[in-house]
């Protein structure tokens, strides 16, 4: 047997837990991959009211599992009792979009579910809480919960931008024939959608600069900008078009790595991306969740600065926030912000 947990028990809620990435996200948390081989988790499963018997029976097979880190699992329809003493939140629960879709499509749609979210976690979360959203626009999606609960730290709610991270990764190694352990350095900018900045400026493949060794396959800032770039931002579309469905288990693993980060920490010398309530750092809006190249430590994360952002990268990740701008606008012309916006 795996040991038990020896710290005490955290208390998860996961939204959507009855859809694809909530069914494959639930089974690796009780595993320990969100919080660790130490920490025992008590699971809270989230759904519409419509989907609480699909839930139950996630929760049967939880049960089923006989997980030695799974200290409880209970199933709610009620986004206040869901999220009573809740320490972490996977907002998961959300339309995905189909094909031909751009996430943008689903900001009416989905917005109203992460106000209602934000006035629960802001009534009855425990202190520590944090947040990932993955139901997309997820970078909109977090700036409406966060503004919806103003007693909570708005640095708390975050949205899922280690797909694209991962993504990227993959990318580069296929593209350098190398592993991705081999790859460091990549950064997302800006919005969860086909404008988000994938920044190879200080990557690296094998301790060079990504740019030199990609170079010498004869592989220049162009191809960077008409292929690899698009290629990672696209792919969500991609995965829609070959899989027929909107990925799943890679995001599934995105988020539980997410969070695993801002427990764990960063290794020294590395970031991840994570897209987080600009501080105005490298000229992004105060307040908006943009994506950044981001340390954690202690529970807590950090914007990597100072970093000479380069023209090249100045246009893509400005068009990218401008995106998030106008989104912010949009469903502040819906009414869907709350007191801190
Ligand atoms: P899905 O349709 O399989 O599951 C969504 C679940 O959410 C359903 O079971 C639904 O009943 C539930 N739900 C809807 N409204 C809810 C509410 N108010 N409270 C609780 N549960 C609610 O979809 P999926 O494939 O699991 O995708 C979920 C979301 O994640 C989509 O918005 C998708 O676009 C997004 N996504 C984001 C990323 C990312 O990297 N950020 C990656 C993949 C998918
Ligand atoms: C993804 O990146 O795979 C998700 O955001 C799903 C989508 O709609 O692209």
Redo the contacts with the bound molecule.
């Keep these: 047997r795996d040991p038990v947990g020896t710290t005490p028990a955290a208390t998860v809620t996961v ?8 069914y494959a996200t639930v089974f690796r948390a009780a595993a320990g991959a969100l919080l660790g081989p130490a920490t025992p988790v008590r699971l809270r499963l ?3 009211p ?2 609480a018997r ?1 839930a139950e029976g996630v929760a049967m097979e939880l049960l089923d599992g006989a997980f030695p880190l799974l200290a409880s699992v209970d199933v709610f329809d009620d ?1 206040a009792a869901a999220f009573e003493g809740s320490e972490v939140g996977l907002l ?6 189909s094909q031909g879709m751009e ?1 943008a499509d ?1 900001l009416s749609a ?1 917005a109203g ?1 992460f106000s ?2 934000g006035r629960a976690i802001n009534d009855g979360a425990a202190d520590s809480f944090r947040a990932v959203v ?3 626009p ?1 970078n909109t999606n977090a700036l409406i919960a966060a503004s919806h609960a103003p007693d909570v730290p708005a640095e708390r709610f975050t ?3 280690r ?2 991270h991962h993504r990227a990764e993959a990318q580069l190694a296929i593209a350098c024939d190398v592993s991705v352990n081999d790859v460091d350095g990549i950064a997302i900018w800006g919005n ?1 959608s086909a404008s988000q900045y994938v920044d190879l400026t200080r990557a690296t493949v094998q301790g060079r600069p990504a740019e030199e060794v990609l170079a010498e396959r004869g592989l220049d800032r162009q191809w960077i900008d008409d292929f690899f770039i698009p290629k990672v931002a696209k792919r ?1 579309a991609e995965i829609i078009r070959v899989r027929g ?4 288990a890679s ?1 599934a693993h ?1 988020a539980l790595r997410h969070v695993r980060t801002w427990l764990r920490g960063t290794d020294e010398g590395r970031w991840t991306s994570m897209a987080v309530p600009s501080t105005g750092a490298h000229g992004i809006p105060e307040g908006v969740v943009s994506s950044f190249p981001v340390t954690c430590s202690q529970g807590g994360y950090a914007i990597v600065e100072p970093w000479a952002v380069d023209e090249f990268s100045r246009a893509r990740i400005d068009r990218s926030v401008a995106e998030l701008l106008a989104e912010r606008e949009a469903v502040a012309e819906l009414g869907l912000l709350g007191p801190r916006a």
């Design positions: 939204t959507g837990a009855a859809g694809q990435i909530g989230l759904e519409v419509q989907a699909a986004p998961i629960g959300a339309k995905p979009r996430r689903l989905n579910i209602v979210q993955v139901g997309n997820a949205a899922l931008t797909l694209d969860h969500g469905g909107s990925s799943v995001a995105a």
